[in-house]
């Protein structure tokens, strides 16, 4: 019987949305145990209890208080040897672009979500683009940095988006050329995405891998509090609204669904995704997959497979047999 273990933390801005979700898997698996990787690169045990009375996990990193275990790659070493199976409850960074993967793969480790190869197209917005415009689904056209200025005099509006981001951090809106400044001066620090504005709701769709075969799930409207779906919309602002089902009508949730489960396999994703779209006047419109949704209580994730009428723990058992059915 192998060890579940929660893997939860991480080095990258969304560490935070990371420690939210670990509390919620670890309200699902309570006989899980819990390594939490800390900031400054340890990983440490954590304690069950410690974990969920931690207060504003969004807001609050968590205290690294218990055993060291060491660097990323000693804590896989021992999850090798005690035969553990990691269930990731890690968003960004290394856990989605590929390295950890990578990691656990080199180590015959059993770990949750998609394979390194995957991941790391997953995670660049700009390849992922490509590889779901092969299986004909629609994105956004893109506009260089460099030509931004005349971007916003042809399209009016434009949106920018870290190339290897998630949970909209670092979203900027090309209203004005006030914002062209903004663009340029964070576009020198990190690698940004820009596209032309899409006026439509805002959707998403979550794919699972389940019984040997890819479902999708219900897709979700949001509303956001402010309009821009972003950090403090999606997990701070309580005027967010998330409809699930989503209201859109029988023939654009049809579209949803099919552009999710085309985007899972263009990219070689496996266990479960979530892709997020636009929804327009001319039909739907695919912006970027996760390979890692956020399962926090909030998230959208969780709220597709209680829709679906698909329970968190089934959901859980499901992907863990499935990491090490792969493993094996």
């Known amino acids: 019987m192998m060890r579940t273990t ?29 390594w939490y990787w800390a900031p400054g ?20 990193d968590f205290p690294a208080t218990g055993k060291a ?24 960074g290394a856990a989605e672009n590929g390295e950890l993967a990578a ?64 949970s909209s951090y670092g979203l900027i809106f090309v209203n004005a050329e006030a914002d062209l400044a903004t663009l340029a001066e964070v576009a020198k620090r990190e690698t940004y995405l820009v596209e032309p504005f899409i006026a439509g709701a805002e959707a998403t769709c979550g794919v699972l891998e389940r019984d040997g075969e890819l479902i999708a799930l219900p897709p979700v409207e949001i509303r956001p509090a402010d309009g821009a779906f972003d950090y403090a919309s999606k997990y701070l602002a309580a005027a967010t609204q998330e409809i699930c089902p989503a209201t859109f009508g029988a023939e654009i949730n049809a579209a949803l669904q099919a552009g999710a489960l085309k985007a899972h396999r263009a990219v070689g994703a496996s266990g479960y995704s979530r892709s997020d ?52």
């Open 41 to 60: 690169g340890q990983v440490h045990e954590a304690d069950p209890a410690a974990l969920a009375a931690h207060q504003r996990p969004f807001e609050v």
């Open 277 to 328: 779209f636009i929804v327009t006047d001319q039909g739907v419109v695919f912006l970027e997959i996760n390979t890692l949704p956020g399962l926090t209580k909030a998230s959208l994730y969780p709220k597709a497979l209680a829709a679906a009428g698909i329970s968190f723990i089934d959901f859980l058992n499901g992907q863990i047999a499935l990491a090490a059915a792969r493993a094996a």
């Open 103 to 166: 990691l656990c793969e080199a180590r015959g480790v059993p770990f949750t979500g998609s394979g390194a190869a995957a991941s790391r197209l997953a995670f660049d917005k700009a390849a992922t683009k490509a590889a779901a415009a092969l299986v004909g689904v629609t994105s956004p056209g893109s506009v260089s940095i460099e030509a931004a200025a005349e971007g916003l005099a042809k399209y009016g509006r434009l949106v920018a988006k870290p190339m290897a981001e998630g």
């Open 6 to 34: 929660i893997l939860f933390g991480g080095l990258n801005r969304e560490r935070l949305v990371s420690v939210a979700s670990a509390q919620a898997l670890s309200a699902a698996l309570p006989q899980a145990d819990l």
């Open 69 to 92: 275990i060491g660097l990323i790659e000693a804590a896989l070493d021992r999850a090798a040897a005690e035969g553990r199976v990691l269930v990731l409850s890690m968003h960004g």
